[in-house]
């Protein structure tokens, strides 16, 4: 982390939650948001985002969880980024391993949702990351490379994209990759977005880690030159947990 990026601490609420839980928490959160130093970000299902919206103060960003590449249309069942924005949100996740894997969403697709983000005017929070098959067999950083060239737009920038490592096999786990481990996927993605974008853009852009991430031991994980927060899934369904992860920013 250095001060030129200010830390984001995302919460990724998945499939969980209803209006009152929704309420609740978005409340807790914002109780507390005057204390951190972190940005927050609280991503619900689509469904309660306006009941996040209403009940989060300023101080809280509000994000989906995914958009459709589309800007309107016969999409039945999906959302899209403008929908998202008219909605009060800043941010979309796109891309998250749920989504590859559940859905079929390859790079191609990211890329599209990440272009829609940004048409939208949205910041697009691009995920990655290796299963444990490609970590056995010694390929992280090439599936980690081959992911960046497919699902980052060629007009992102350190202002409409912040990026998320989160290898497959430490998601709602318990694992986690060493410390050591997430600095050489993070440091490998500053390169990757230098050769690619330039200086600016990888000095600027967020990286966030994502699996498994708790207050036990995030204290370590963001204290890392190249982690820039967060990106939390069960852990964000608790205030005061979510909370603590944020004040363990450095
Ligand atoms: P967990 O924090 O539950 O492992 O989930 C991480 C994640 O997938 C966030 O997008």
Redesign the pocket.
């Known amino acids: 982390m250095t001060d030129a990026r200010r830390p984001l601490i ?3 609420w ?1 499939m969980n939650g209803s209006a009152t839980f929704a309420t609740e928490l978005a409340q807790g959160v914002s109780v507390g948001a005057p204390g951190v130093l972190a940005e927050l970000l609280v ?1 619900p299902p689509s469904v309660l985002i306006p009941t996040v919206a209403a009940a989060l103060n300023e101080g809280v960003a509000l994000g989906g969880q995914d958009c459709h590449a589309a800007e309107s249309g016969a999409h039945t069942g999906e959302n899209s980024a403008e929908m998202l924005k008219d909605a009060g949100c800043g941010y979309v ?1 796109v891309g ?3 989504r590859r894997t559940d859905h079929g969403e390859t790079n191609e697709h990211v890329c599209a949702k990440a272009e829609a983000a940004h048409r939208a005017g949205l910041c697009a929070v691009i ?1 990655i990351g290796e299963t444990d098959a490609d970590r056995d067999t010694g390929k992280t950083l090439d599936v980690i490379s081959a992911q960046l060239a497919g699902s980052v737009p060629a007009a992102s920038n350190a202002a409409n994209m912040v990026i ?1 490592y ?1 290898p497959v096999w ?5 694992r986690t990759p060493t410390n050591d481990d997430v600095q050489e996927v993070h440091a490998h993605i500053r390169a990757v977005v230098k050769a690619s974008r330039g200086d600016a853009a990888a000095a600027g852009v967020r990286l966030l880690y ?5 207050p036990e031991n995030a204290e370590g994980l963001l204290a890392l030159a190249d982690v820039d927060g ?7 369904l608790k205030a005061a947990d979510f909370l603590a992860i944020a004040a363990s920013c450095p």
């Open positions: 995302a919460g990724n998945k991503c996740i998250h391993s749920e995920c998320a989160e430490a998601i709602g786990t318990g994502g699996g498994s991430m708790k967060g990106l939390i899934g069960g852990a964000s």
